[in-house]
C-alpha cells in the first residue's frame, strides 16, 4: 500500500519554480518590481511627512528663514534643533537593528551582490526606511536614491532566498530590486535598468536584461500611478546655438570631474575627522553632530533635505553666480556632514544638486564671457548634473539616461555625451575609485581585486607558458594559412611582421570564413589578424588573470619579450592545474 506524502506547499512552489527557472525567475522580478514600486511609493511618503512633522513644510529647503509653525517663538532658529532631535531617534534605531544602513546604501548592496551572494538580511529594509526618513526629513541633506535601493535590493534578497534560489540568481534578484526602486522614485525605468546592470551586476547578459527590465517596469508603472507621471523638471526647450559652445561643453566636463573627485575627497575626509574626534557612543552622535549640521542649516536653509526646489531654481536661472558657487560650497559640506555623523541617505541627489549649481555658475559666467553666442545657461546646469554625477559614480551610461528621463530634454543630449565622457575619463585618471567604490575599499574590500590564490603566488608567467607556437607571416596566402592551422591543431596561431614582431592572431573560424568568400584566392593573413592581448614573460600569474579570463580568450594568450617577439604562449589549464595541483 503506497502511502501519500504531504509536501510543504512552500516546497512545491520552489519545485516548480526549479522545473521552469527563466519563467519562474521573470515572474519573481515582477513581483520584486511591484513591491519596490510601493515600496519606493511608501518612502516618498515617510519623507514628506517626516519633513512636514521637523521642519512644518512640504520642503524647508525652499521656504527660506521661517518659522515652525508648531514652534513659533523659536523663529528660524528651530533648524538647529531638528537635525539634532532627528539623529537622536535613528541614531539608536540603526546601532541597534542594522547598522549596515548607516550612510548612502548602494556600496552596502555593491558589496552583497560581490562578495556574499546578494544576501542581505530582510530587516534592512525597514530600518533603513524609517532612518533615512527621519534623516532627510529632519534636515540631513542627502538623497533619497541610495535608501530606496538598498530597500528594494534588500526585498528581492529576501525573496529570493526564501524560494532557495542558487548565488547568481539572488543577485539577479538583488539587482531587480534595486532597479524597481530607482525606477519607481525617480519615474526613470531605463535609469533604473542600466543603474541595476552598470553599477550592481556589471553585466548585460539576456536573460538578466530582461528580468530586470521587467521589476523596472513593474515598479514604473505603480509609481505613476500613485505617484504621477510628471517630470522631474518643468523646463523650457533648451538648444545648442552655436558649434563653438561645444568647447564650452568640454571644458564644463572637466569641471565636472575635478568637482566630483573633490567631492569625493571631502566626503571621507569629513568622516575621518568624526571618527578621531567622537569618542562616545555610537547612538548618540547622530544627535550630538546634528547640532553642527542645524547651525549650518541656519546660514543656508537651502541646505535642508534634498532641495530639489533648488536645483530647479538654479538651472531656471534665479541665482547669481556668486550664491551658485555659495550652494556648490555649502552642499559639499552639508552631505558630507550628514553623512559624517552617521546619517543615513543617498549621494546621487547631492551630485544632481553639485552639477546644476556647477553648471548654472559656469553657463552664466560664458554667457557674460560671449554674449554673441546666445548661450541658455539653464542648459550648462543640466549638462553640469550628469557630468558630475558620472564622475562621480563612475556609471556614465546611467547619467545620461536618468538626465534624460528626469527632464525629458533631448535638445542637449550631444553636449551631455561629450561632457559625460570628458568626465568619467578624467574622474577615472585622477582616482581609481568611484564615490561607491571608495567605502568599500576604505574598509579593505576591492571589488576589482580578484581573491588571491596562495598555490599562485610568486609564479610568473614564464613558470607556466607553454613553448611558443609557430607564427605565420602578415603575408601569408589563405591556403597556406589554412594549412598551417590543420598542421598545428591549433585554433589559432600568432601573427608576426617580417621583423618578427607581433601583431595579432589569425583563427581557424576567421581563415574558414574566408574560404568562402569569392576573392579567397586574393586573401592574405594581413586581411584576417584579430587582435589578442598578451602578456610579458617576468609578469605575476595573479596580475594577468583578467586578460586570461577574458571572453575572446578561449585558447591562451601570447607571452612577448620587450622587443616584442612571441616567446612563449599561456594556457588557461595550465593555471588551473596549478591551482588544482596537478602540476603544469
Not at 510601493?38 to 517626516?50: D, P, Q, S, T, Y
Not at 548654472?360 to 545657461?377: E, K, R, V, W, Y
Not at 561607491?436 to 613558470?463: F, I, M, Q, W
Not at 592581448?533 to 601570447?558: C, F, K, M, Q, T
Request: glycine content about 10%; proline content about 5%.
Amino acid at each position: 500500500m503506497t502511502q501519500t506524502v504531504a509536501v510543504p506547499w512552500r516546497h512545491r512552489i520552489v519545485a516548480r519554480m526549479r522545473r521552469s527557472e527563466n519563467s519562474a525567475l521573470l515572474v519573481l522580478s515582477v513581483i520584486i518590481g511591484a513591491v519596490a514600486g510601493l515600496g519606493a511609493v511608501a518612502f516618498r511618503w515617510l519623507i514628506e511627512n517626516a519633513t512636514l512633522v521637523f521642519s512644518g513644510h512640504a520642503d524647508y529647503a525652499d521656504a527660506g528663514r521661517e518659522a515652525h509653525p508648531w514652534l513659533p517663538w523659536l523663529g528660524p532658529f528651530f533648524v538647529v534643533l531638528a537635525p539634532a532631535v532627528g539623529g537622536l531617534l535613528y541614531g539608536p534605531l540603526v546601532q541597534r537593528f542594522a547598522r549596515e544602513t548607516r550612510g548612502y546604501g548602494v556600496p552596502e548592496v555593491m558589496y552583497a551582490i560581490s562578495k556574499r551572494g546578494g544576501r542581505i538580511p530582510a530587516k534592512v529594509a525597514a530600518v533603513k526606511a524609517l532612518a533615512s526618513a527621519i534623516t532627510i526629513g529632519s534636515g540631513g541633506s542627502v538623497g533619497r536614491e541610495g535608501p530606496i535601493v538598498q530597500i528594494g535590493a534588500a526585498f528581492g534578497s529576501t525573496v529570493a532566498r526564501w524560494v532557495r534560489l542558487n548565488e547568481s540568481q539572488v543577485r539577479l534578484l538583488v539587482a531587480c530590486g534595486a532597479a524597481g526602486g530607482i525606477a519607481a522614485t525617480f519615474n526613470a525605468p531605463i535609469a533604473g535598468v542600466f543603474f541595476a546592470l552598470e553599477l550592481l551586476l556589471t553585466t548585460f547578459v539576456a536573460r538578466t536584461f530582461a528580468a530586470v527590465v521587467l521589476a523596472s517596469v513593474t515598479a514604473s508603472v505603480i509609481g505613476r500611478a500613485m505617484l504621477g507621471n510628471e517630470p522631474f523638471l518643468a523646463l523650457p526647450e533648451f538648444t545648442v546655438n552655436s558649434v563653438r559652445e561645444y568647447a564650452l561643453y568640454a571644458v564644463l566636463g572637466l569641471l565636472a570631474a575635478l568637482v566630483a573627485t573633490s567631492f569625493t575627497k571631502v566626503l571621507y575626509w569629513f568622516e575621518d575627522v568624526a571618527d578621531t574626534i567622537w569618542k562616545g557612543p555610537e547612538w548618540l552622535r547622530p544627535g550630538v553632530g546634528g547640532l553642527l549640521l542645524g547651525l549650518l542649516l541656519l546660514a543656508i536653509p537651502q541646505m535642508y533635505g534634498v532641495g530639489y526646489p533648488v536645483l530647479e531654481n538654479a538651472v531656471m536661472g534665479k541665482y547669481l553666480i556668486g550664491f551658485l558657487v555659495l550652494l556648490l560650497v555649502a552642499k559639499i559640506i552639508a552631505t558630507s556632514l550628514t553623512i559624517a555623523i552617521g546619517g543615513s541617505g543617498g549621494v546621487f541627489a547631492p551630485s544632481l544638486f553639485l552639477g546644476a549649481a556647477l553648471g548654472a555658475a559656469f553657463g552664466q559666467t560664458a554667457d557674460a564671457m560671449f554674449p554673441t553666442l546666445g548661450i541658455a545657461p539653464g542648459a550648462y546646469a543640466l549638462v553640469g548634473m550628469g557630468a558630475l554625477v558620472a564622475g562621480a559614480s563612475r556609471a556614465p551610461i546611467t547619467a545620461v539616461i536618468i538626465l534624460f528621463e528626469l527632464t525629458g530634454e533631448y535638445s542637449i543630449i550631444l553636449p551631455l555625451l561629450m561632457a559625460v565622457a570628458i568626465s568619467t575619463t578624467l574622474s577615472t585618471a585622477m582616482s581609481r575609485e568611484s564615490i561607491y567604490t571608495a567605502k568599500l575599499k576604505r574598509r579593505g574590500v576591492d571589488l576589482l581585486a580578484r581573491n588571491p590564490r596562495p598555490e599562485l603566488a610568486g609564479l610568473t608567467v614564464s613558470d607556466l607558458m607553454l613553448p611558443a607556437p609557430t607564427s605565420v607571416g602578415t603575408r601569408m596566402s589563405l591556403p597556406d594559412v589554412v594549412q598551417a592551422l590543420r598542421a598545428s591543431r591549433r585554433p589559432g596561431l600568432p601573427v608576426v611582421t617580417e621583423h618578427g614582431q607581433y601583431v595579432g592572431v589569425v583563427t581557424a573560424v576567421g581563415a574558414a570564413a574566408a574560404v568562402g568568400d569569392d576573392d579567397a584566392d586574393t586573401v592574405t593573413v594581413s586581411q584576417l589578424i584579430e587582435w589578442r592581448d598578451y602578456v610579458a614573460p617576468d609578469a605575476p600569474i595573479e596580475e594577468v588573470l583578467a586578460v586570461l579570463l577574458s571572453e575572446d580568450v578561449y585558447d591562451g594568450v601570447p607571452v612577448l619579450d620587450a622587443d616584442g617577439g612571441v616567446v612563449g604562449w599561456l594556457r588557461r589549464d595550465a593555471v588551473l592545474r596549478r591551482v588544482t595541483g596537478r602540476g603544469v
